[in-house]
């Protein structure tokens, strides 16, 4: 069963226009949450992470235990968005990470 | 800044060759972590070493092996490489912690005809 769910493949939405990239997650402890991307041509980087509770480059995530979501939000999303983004679970402690399969976010001009 | 380092951005070998991908950190960081990056499937882990010469197998050891002589270095062994294992190889390092941020290496393109 996958750990950390990324419903979407692909998104695709406008400049100007509110973007949700959406995760899940299944583990019945403590989890940590991140978020990573990679712009074309580029390593893959950290984002952000829920226990940091910051806004970077515009997105928030929240951390949603009720609901076992941790979706990756912006309100205007601009053309320098668009990259493969994935989330990333640590289980317990665990200093290794679980991922996504990521979804691919197009912003169009 | 961190500096993560793959030891070729590209590599083509044939079937049944035995394969070293190597990865080197300049941050004296204790975790290092391979990766493989397949469309649709995301990031599999498939060893992590928290020191030098201990290692743990990820979700997908099979057909792979690692090497940590030494704490800046980690190498991934394909003993005989298979066309199921052409894909885009990642090595990541961090430090102790499951808060910690992992940093990554550009990538190895291995492509095993």
């Known amino acids: 069963a996958q750990r950390v769910t990324q419903p979407e493949k692909l998104l695709s939405v406008f400049k100007g226009a509110p973007v949700e990239l959406k995760c899940n997650y299944s583990y019945s402890g403590s989890p940590e949450l991140f978020w990573y991307v990679q712009y074309s041509r580029q390593r893959l980087q950290l984002l952000l992470r829920?226990?940091s509770r910051e806004s970077i480059k515009g997105f928030t995530a929240d951390l949603n235990k009720g609901e076992t979501s941790f979706h990756l939000k912006k309100p205007f999303a601009q053309e320098e968005d668009s990259a493969m983004y994935y989330c990333?679970?640590?289980?317990?402690?665990?200093?290794?990470?679980?991922f996504g399969k990521g979804t691919k976010l197009t912003v169009n001009p | 800044d961190v500096k993560v380092t793959q030891s070729s951005r590209y590599l083509v070998k044939r079937t049944g060759e035995k394969v070293f991908l190597e990865c080197v950190q300049d941050m004296d960081h204790e975790n290092m972590f391979w990766y493989r990056q397949d469309p649709g499937l995301g990031l599999r882990l498939i060893y992590f070493?928290?020191?030098?010469?201990?290692?743990e197998k990820g979700d997908i050891p099979e057909g792979y092996s690692v090497s940590r002589e030494k704490k800046e270095r980690f190498s991934l062994i394909l003993e005989s490489a298979s066309t199921n294992q052409t894909s885009m190889y990642l090595c990541a390092s961090s430090l102790p912690g499951s808060t910690d941020t992992q940093y990554f290496g550009p990538g190895t393109r291995l492509t095993v005809l």
């Open positions: 070493s928290y020191d030098v010469k201990m290692k």
């Open positions: 829920h226990i």
């Open positions: 990333a679970l640590s289980e317990g402690g665990s200093e290794k990470l679980v």
